[in-house]
Nanobody, 125 residues
Framework: QVQLVESGGGWVQAGGSLRLSCIAS????????MGWFRQAPGKEREFVAS??????????YHADSLKGRFTISRDNAKNTLYLQMSSLKPEDTAVYYC????????????????WGQGTQVTVSS
């Protein structure tokens, strides 16, 4: 079992940057593929980025619309997942969730079994 706790959200002006963190506990973090999703009010949960486990290369995947602005990374020694967000836009406003996957298509929420409680990101124009 994995417990996930996100942090780093907040309020930022358009064009600014934030780095989200997700600390994992309770199980071997390095064994899980990890992902970031976001959900804006009235919208479905949306894939942001994912990263595979180390032995499979630590490959990263980002939503096409976010490439170049968002970067996912992980530090297995610190049991921490990161999401670096830059050039933020008001449409990036959402609750951001980290999640741990036990397999499946990396862009589907149903592939992730463990979820954090989310951290709010608000981008003002």
């Amino acid at each position: 079992q994995v417990q996930l706790v996100e942090s780093g959200g907040g309020w930022v002006q358009a064009g600014g940057s934030l780095r989200l963190s997700c600390i994992a506990s309770g199980s071997t973090f390095s064994m899980y593929a990890m992902g970031w999703f976001r959900q804006a009010p009235g919208k479905e949960r949306e894939f942001v980025a994912s990263i595979t486990i180390a032995w499979s290369g630590g490959s990263t995947y980002h939503a096409d619309s976010l490439k170049g602005r968002f970067t996912i990374s992980r530090d297995n020694a610190k049991n921490t997942l990161y999401l670096q967000m830059s050039s933020l836009k008001p449409e990036d406003t959402a609750v951001y969730y980290c999640a741990a996957s036990t397999g499946g298509r990396y862009y589907l929420p149903t592939s992730y079994y463990y979820w954090g409680q989310g951290t709010q990101v608000t981008v003002s124009s």
